[in-house]
């Protein structure tokens, strides 16, 4: 399992790499990082597939995945209905749109997955230290709003623009926010094989915020498309959807070894 989990590193490092050189370098056209980014989406949808299968409908973390899994098929229904837009209506920067409706439909669904996992799970700590990465989480989600929300106001948006951004704004915060939730659980697991996925898992959660917010801090910016701000944008997007890819993938081969070694003992 060790080999697959650093084949799965050299990977994502590797692809992030080399659409970094092509996107900043190449000066390639906007239609290249909407097909990228919907074919890393759909790695993930796929890697999210065979962990709820390895664990199954009828236990909590099934139930969890499968959440998970469904919030990023809408992601990558918003990422296909982006390229829509470019590659068929030759919209370059179709904001707002169809699209945002997909995008924002998968963050309840992460919420709600997280929070399947978090309640099911056996959580060995003081109630001093859960108090405390609940007020950490509270502040990071108040902050986090107050940044995104004081960028929207200065930037002088329509009706639709303004409330789709302050949507984003609230999924962003949870997504932040659930990041501590999870490295919390994680916490629990830092002597197991399930530690470092659950990590990249929160590196992929964080690296979607980043994407977000870059595209939300600097609309003008990520419009004109020949900057850095576009370019690192795109990038944290597909190194998003990558890092849920080897996570999901991970967590399921764990199991899957876990189940198969016991079986075999007994």
């Known amino acids: 399992m060790k080999i697959k989990f650093l084949f799965f590193v050299l990977f994502i490092l590797i692809a992030a790499g080399v659409f970094y050189y092509l996107e900043a370098f190449q000066e390639l056209n906007r239609e290249f990082s909407a097909s990228a980014i919907s074919l890393a989406a759909l790695i993930s949808v796929g890697a999210g597939i065979y962990a709820t299968r390895v664990y199954g409908l009828k236990s909590y973390n099934g139930k969890a995945f ?6 990023l098929f809408f992601w990558f229904i918003g990422e296909l209905a982006w390229l829509y837009y470019q590659l068929v209506l030759n919209i370059d920067y179709p904001f707002p749109s169809i699209a945002d409706l997909f995008y924002i439909l998968a963050y309840p669904l992460f919420l709600a997955g997280i929070i399947i996992k978090m309640k099911k799970s056996e959580i060995n700590s003081t109630q001093k230290n859960k108090n405390l990465v609940l007020s950490l989480a509270m502040i990071v989600f108040v902050a986090s709003f107050y940044l995104i929300a004081k960028a929207t106001f200065e930037a002088g948006l329509d009706f639709w623009e303004t409330f789709f951004n302050f949507a ?24 197991g094989k399930l530690f470092r996925p659950w990590l ?34 795109e990038m ?13 993938f991970c967590i399921g081969s764990l199991t899957k070894d876990v189940r198969e070694s016991f079986l075999k003992s007994t």
Request: hydrophobic share 60%.
């Open 200 to 233: 990249i898992f929160i590196v992929a959660l964080l690296a979607m915020f980043l994407g977000d917010a870059l595209f939300f801090l600097y609309p003008f910016e990520y419009e004109q498309g020949d900057n850095w701000y576009y370019v690192l944008s």
């Open 66 to 71: 499968l959440l998970i899994t469904i919030g």
């Open 236 to 248: 944290s997007f597909v190194l998003s959807y990558l890092l849920f890819s080897a996570s999901l």
């Open 168 to 191: 984003y704004n609230i999924g962003d915060s949870i997504l932040l926010t659930l990041s501590f939730f999870i490295a919390f659980l994680v916490m629990q697991y830092k002597e």
